[in-house]
């Protein structure tokens, strides 16, 4: 859609993997501010149920996917015990909340892109997190699928035991 396409929270997909796929990219361009990161939550659950800003529908034809916030970044928004939440725990929370109903009845799945998956230990804990966040909501798992992009040296000598970590997704 010319909505997406025109806004910086929004990325044509550069692999053949993604071809037909639109990845509201979460991290750079709208961390750290609080307004650009909800906005763009609102805009992928606008993007998936058929009613992007300015009243033009979704393009069946095209997925949606979103790259959350890395795993070392914090959102400072939301509190809990007296430490701010994990900004990847947010955004995944607030996508599977919104999304994976709405994507499930339409014959999809949510689809997450991870950029800079380091080790097989990080990406275990991307299926322990992706479990229980699918446990909590309800669809069946494994429902969530990941797409990994490795574009960190550390990550491409483990791209073996990552894909392994992930191999259910």
Do not use: F
């Amino acid at each position: 859609s010319r909505i997406a396409r025109d806004d910086a929270q929004w990325r044509a997909a550069p692999s053949r993997a993604l071809t037909d796929t639109w990845i509201a990219d979460l991290d750079e361009p709208s961390a750290p501010y609080w307004s650009t990161v909800i906005a763009g939550h609102l805009k992928v659950r606008d993007a998936i149920t058929g009613r992007l800003p300015g009243g033009e529908p979704h393009d069946a034809g095209h997925q949606v996917a979103v790259r959350p916030r890395g795993w070392q970044a914090q959102d400072r928004n939301v509190i809990v015990d007296g430490w701010p939440i994990s900004a990847t725990a947010l955004d995944l929370a607030l996508h599977l909340t919104h999304a994976a109903r709405p994507m499930l009845e339409q014959g999809g799945a949510p689809v997450l892109v991870l950029r800079d998956v380091q080790s097989a230990e990080e990406a275990e804990l991307w299926q322990v997190a992706l479990a229980t966040v699918a446990e909590q909501l309800g669809p069946p798992t494994p429902t969530v699928q990941v797409v990994v992009c490795g574009e960190a040296l550390p990550g491409a000598t483990d791209l073996e035991a990552i894909t392994y970590a992930l191999r259910d997704r």
